[in-house]
Structures are given as structure tokens and as C-alpha cells.
């Protein structure tokens, strides 16, 4: 069965860092992978979708990486900003017809 | 842009209600879901809607129905509320082509007390 993981589960950086958010799968045999955002006691906010087919996805500050061979994905966060603090989640849709199944994802806190 | 709309952002009821959660999309999507999200468990994927009228057991669908006679409209039911139920309840719906993801609602925050 499909596992995903998410290290670390909490990470506090300085405003104006650079930071990597790591995500892990069990089984490469993926449909697509999807990064969420979501803030305290709120939904989640897709930011990047990558197709299993792709190896990356960019929207402004974020990229999105994808190892389908290694069973891992990266999301970047660039110049990070105290309004980036917020839960990041890791989702894995193993087929077609199947459910996303998430990583617990990492809190991010970024310091002014 | 893709709307998800759950009918409440908080809700409080005694146990052994039964209690409705309703939750509607605006982009004809056929997938809908309901997980419940709770601290270090994570989400957790409690019914999968393919379309109308069609429905698939998540992981824990124990204490849980659903509903689905429109495409738009997807709702959760606790047939006897129970404390084990308190949590944070989200749906989403998806194009099943993938190719832009899935869409998440703003949340439930039941309380059974």
C-alpha cells in the first residue's frame, strides 16, 4: 500500500531563506503528484500539480520537483516570506481512479 | 475558479445526533470526496464519490454514509454522532483527466459533545 512521508514535520527558517520541503512515496507507480498548502484551521490550497510524466512544475517563488525512480518529490520555496508560514502537504494519486493519499505534511514558520 | 463550498465552518452536536454535512462544486467535476483531518493522524480518506449515484469505501467509513444524487452535491452523514467523530471534516472534487488537481472546500470543524 502507498505510503507518503514528509520530513521534516517542522521547520523554522529567517525571512529571505531559501528552503526545500522533501516529500517520499512507497510505490513509484504514480499518476501525479500535488503540493497543498494549508493554513491554521482553514482548507487546502492546491499549489503545484506535476504530472507523472514530468520531472518539475514552477509557480513564482515555488518549484516542484519530481523523482518517480527514487519515490520522492521536492517542493522549493525561494526568498521565503513571514506569509509563507502555513502547513505544506504532500499528495500522491496512485492511479487514475484512485484518491490522493497525503503526507502529514511540514509546518513551515518563516521569522521577520 | 473552482469553487468547493462546505455548507459549515463550525458545527456542534450531541452525541448520537445524526448529522449532515453538505458540500457543493461548481465545476461539473464527476470525483468528489470527504476526508477527516486530525492531529498527527494526518488525512484520512473516509468516502470517494466516481460520480452520481456511485460511491467507494475510503479508509475509515465506519460510523459514516454518503450521499450523492446530484453531480454537484456530495454529503457526509454520521448516522449517531459519537466524541471519537470530533474533527476537522474536508471535501474536495477533482476532474478525473487530472490534469489540474483536486480542489478542497474551507472546512468543517465539528464538535460532538
Known amino acids: 500500500k502507498q505510503e507518503v512521508t514528509q520530513i521534516p514535520a517542522a521547520l523554522s527558517v529567517p525571512e529571505g531563506e531559501n528552503l526545500v520541503l522533501n516529500c517520499s512515496f512507497t510505490d513509484s507507480a504514480i499518476y501525479n503528484l500535488q503540493w497543498f498548502r494549508q493554513d491554521p484551521g482553514k482548507g487546502l490550497t492546491s499549489l503545484l500539480l506535476?504530472?507523472?510524466?514530468?520531472r518539475e512544475q514552477t509557480s513564482g517563488r515555488l518549484n516542484a520537483s519530481l523523482d518517480k525512480s527514487s519515490g520522492r518529490s521536492t517542493l522549493y520555496i525561494a526568498a521565503s516570506q513571514p506569509g509563507d508560514s502555513a502547513t505544506y502537504l504532500c499528495?500522491?494519486?496512485?492511479?487514475?481512479?484512485?484518491?490522493?493519499?497525503f503526507g502529514k505534511g511540514t509546518t513551515l514558520s518563516v521569522s521577520s | 475558479d473552482v469553487k468547493v463550498t462546505q455548507s459549515s465552518r463550525y458545527l456542534v452536536k450531541r452525541t448520537g445526533e445524526k448529522v449532515f454535512l453538505e458540500c457543493v462544486q461548481d465545476?461539473?467535476?464527476?470525483?468528489m470526496f470527504w476526508y477527516r483531518q486530525d492531529p498527527g493522524l494526518g488525512l484520512r480518506l473516509i468516502y470517494f464519490?466516481?460520480?452520481?449515484?456511485?460511491?467507494e469505501k475510503g479508509d475509515i467509513p465506519e460510523g459514516y454514509s454518503v450521499s450523492r444524487e446530484k453531480k454537484e452535491r456530495f454529503s457526509l452523514i454520521l448516522e449517531s454522532a459519537s466524541t471519537n467523530q470530533t474533527s476537522m471534516y474536508l471535501c474536495a472534487s477533482r476532474d478525473p483527466g487530472g490534469s489540474v488537481g483536486a480542489f478542497f472546500g474551507q472546512g468543517t470543524r465539528l464538535t460532538v459533545v
Open positions: 465545476m461539473d467535476h464527476e470525483n
Open positions: 499528495a500522491v494519486r496512485p492511479q487514475a481512479g484512485t484518491a490522493l493519499i
Open positions: 464519490s466516481y460520480d452520481v449515484k456511485m460511491k
Open positions: 506535476i504530472q507523472s510524466s514530468q
